[in-house]
């Protein structure tokens, strides 16, 4: 029933900047009502990452994004954002948004949204 559509990604210079959104949708559903939300990235030829995420209310940067990017949520328009600054070609990669149900464990991903970022 839940979809995840992510959007904002694109091709950026080094050192710019990106918003990313994941917009979920679904009768009854509600983003604060989740156990998890966050971002997670894949780049070519590596395993999928977690990136950014909001696990009751603690968050958590992967080391290499601390500093350049921020999380957060607007619980009113059930979407979750990742605020990317200082944008590095390491960052490209397709970035993905997850949530997980707090009760049933239940994880949901959206399609992806490419970010590629030049040097």
């Known amino acids: 029933q839940v979809q995840l559509v992510e959007s904002g990604g694109g091709l950026v210079q080094a050192g710019g900047s990106l918003r990313l959104s994941c917009a979920a949708s679904g009768t009854g559903f509600s983003i604060n009502a989740m156990g998890s939300v966050g971002w997670y990235r894949q780049a070519p030829g590596k395993q999928r990452e977690s990136v950014a995420t909001i696990t009751n209310g603690a968050v958590k940067y992967t080391d290499s994004v601390k500093g350049r990017c921020t999380i957060f949520r607007d619980n009113a328009k059930n979407t979750v954002y990742l605020q990317m600054n200082s944008l590095k070609p390491e960052d490209t990669a397709v970035y993905y948004c997850?949530?997980?149900?707090?009760?049933?464990?239940?994880?949901?991903w959206g399609q992806g949204t490419l970010v590629t970022v030049s040097s």
């Open positions: 997850n949530v997980v149900y707090r009760y049933t464990h239940l994880e949901v």
